[in-house]
C-alpha cells in the first residue's frame, strides 16, 4: 500500500500562488507515475499534472505555463507550484500515485479557493 498525504491548500486571491505538497509513503519502490487532481463542485475529477517516470511531465491546458509538478525522491514527495492562480482553479486537489503493479492511490484532498 501506499499513503498519499497532501498539504498547502487554503485561500488565495487571483493572481495569487500557492504550492501543494504530497507526502509519499509506504510501498513507494515501483511507483512510476505521481500526479495531481482537482475536482470542482459539480464538475468531474480532472488531471492537472503529472510526472512519468521521475522526468517527464504533463499539464492539462487550463494551467500550462503557470503550474509546476517536481518530484523530489529525496523527500519522497511531489510538489505543485501554483501561480497566477484564476478562480476557475478553485477545487479540491488530490495527490495521485501508480506503480508498475496496477496499483492507483488517492490522497485525501486538499481545499484550493481562489477569490477575491
Known amino acids: 500500500q501506499v499513503q498519499l498525504v497532501e498539504s498547502g491548500g487554503g485561500s488565495v486571491q487571483p493572481g495569487g500562488s500557492l504550492r501543494l505538497s504530497c507526502a509519499v509513503s509506504?510501498?513507494?519502490?515501483?511507483?512510476?507515475?505521481m500526479a495531481w487532481y482537482r475536482q470542482a463542485p459539480g464538475k468531474q475529477r480532472e488531471l492537472v499534472a503529472a510526472?512519468?517516470?521521475?522526468?517527464?511531465?504533463n499539464y492539462a491546458d487550463s494551467v500550462k505555463g503557470r503550474f509546476t509538478i517536481s518530484r523530489d525522491n529525496a523527500k519522497d514527495t511531489v510538489n505543485l507550484q501554483m501561480n497566477s492562480l484564476k478562480p476557475d482553479d478553485t477545487a479540491v486537489y488530490y495527490c495521485?500515485?501508480?506503480?508498475?503493479?496496477?496499483?492507483?492511490?488517492w490522497g485525501k484532498g486538499t481545499l484550493v479557493t481562489v477569490s477575491s
Open positions: 495521485n500515485a501508480e506503480n508498475n503493479f496496477g496499483g492507483v492511490f
Open positions: 509506504g510501498s513507494i519502490f515501483g511507483i512510476n507515475v
Open positions: 510526472v512519468i517516470s521521475g522526468r517527464r511531465s
